[in-house]
């Protein structure tokens, strides 16, 4: 891939990680916004990391705003809706495992693409433009027809598209619904990044190389099938590899390791990367992002 401007599209919500003895932490995070987060990390300072998405007029969404500038994420397509609010999650961690309780009913996000004209000119120029199915999960469905059809206008125009299904069937109004969305929005995709045990339910997928083959078969140039611990398959018509992570030396809290693997493997890609290359710095990345609280880790930490 070759190409200095990335835009990211989706839902940047408050999230209060942490909770021992009821102490939380306030943050801000999101599945794209995430992805953009890492990418903004391992990029050079000729790339440009815009991220698209709607917030309010009120105190948390001007800091968000103030958020993602001070840390070189561009806000200069974020929507303004003042009747709306960022969207709201809670991090619970029992016995190991991560529990969320979210309010996201009165998220601007929900509106990010009822603007057409704004959600086009957000796309302009892009080199390449990242997003998932919780961008498209929710939105209302002549929204997602807006969302998908600026996306295409964007490839026609030379953007590289990239897309993590991230199922979420709670945010969805069927399964039917959700599976037939992600597969026409991935038919439109040049890099889709799949979760093997998220896709397998829905899809019967009975492995890796199934959930890849099924988006190859789409027309999509290059899947890459995230696994958790087990091996990464990173599949073209012409090529597969296997890659798996190293042993987790500590880990803390999973959430945003997805997304954080993204962001590693798509910086690797557009730094001129091999696909070998790109998923052992993903699998790099995620792993420095599992050994910390959040969803977002200090750049410094990631070399």
């Avoid at 890099?191 to 027309?219: C, M, N, Q, W």
């Avoid at 990367?273 to 977002?296: Q, Y």
């Amino acid at each position: 891939m070759t190409g200095k401007r990335i835009v990211s599209i989706g839902e940047c919500m408050i999230e209060m990680s942490g909770g021992e003895d009821r102490n939380y932490r306030l943050g801000y995070a999101g599945d794209t916004l995430n992805t953009a987060w890492y990418l903004r990390a391992l990029l050079s300072k000729d790339f440009a990391v815009d991220y698209a998405t709607a917030l309010g007029s009120d105190r948390y969404s001007d800091d968000i705003r103030a958020f993602l500038d001070t840390n070189g994420i561009g806000t200069g397509h974020i929507q303004t809706i003042p009747s709306r609010r960022p969207g709201l999650y809670m991090i619970h961690q029992d016995k190991g495992d991560r529990h969320f309780t979210y309010w996201r009913d009165n998220s601007a996000a929900k509106l990010l693409a009822d603007d057409k004209e704004a959600l086009g000119k957000a796309v302009e120029g892009a080199s390449l433009v990242y997003f998932s199915g919780i961008t498209l999960a929710i939105l209302a469905p002549k929204a997602r027809g807006r969302l998908l059809g600026a996306i295409v206008k964007a490839r026609d125009n030379g953007a590289k598209i990239a897309f993590d299904t991230n199922l979420r069937p709670a945010l969805w109004s069927s399964e039917r619904v959700m599976a037939s969305v992600l597969t026409a929005a991935a038919s439109l995709c040049d890099i889709v990044l799949p979760t093997h045990s998220d896709e397998a339910p829905l899809f019967g997928d009975k492995s890796v190389e199934e959930t890849a083959e099924r988006y190859l078969e789409l027309g999509v140039e290059e899947v890459v099938v995230k696994d958790g611990s087990n091996e990464a398959l990173i599949a073209t018509a012409h090529e597969r590899v296997k890659m798996a992570p190293p042993p987790a030396k500590n880990v803390i809290d999973a959430t945003g390791a997805g997304d954080s693997f993204n962001g590693g493997y798509l910086s690797a890609r557009l730094m001129g990367k091999s696909i070998a290359e790109a998923a052992e710095n993903a699998h790099r990345v995620a792993g420095v992002v599992i050994g910390h609280k959040g969803a977002l880790v200090d750049p410094k930490l990631l070399g």
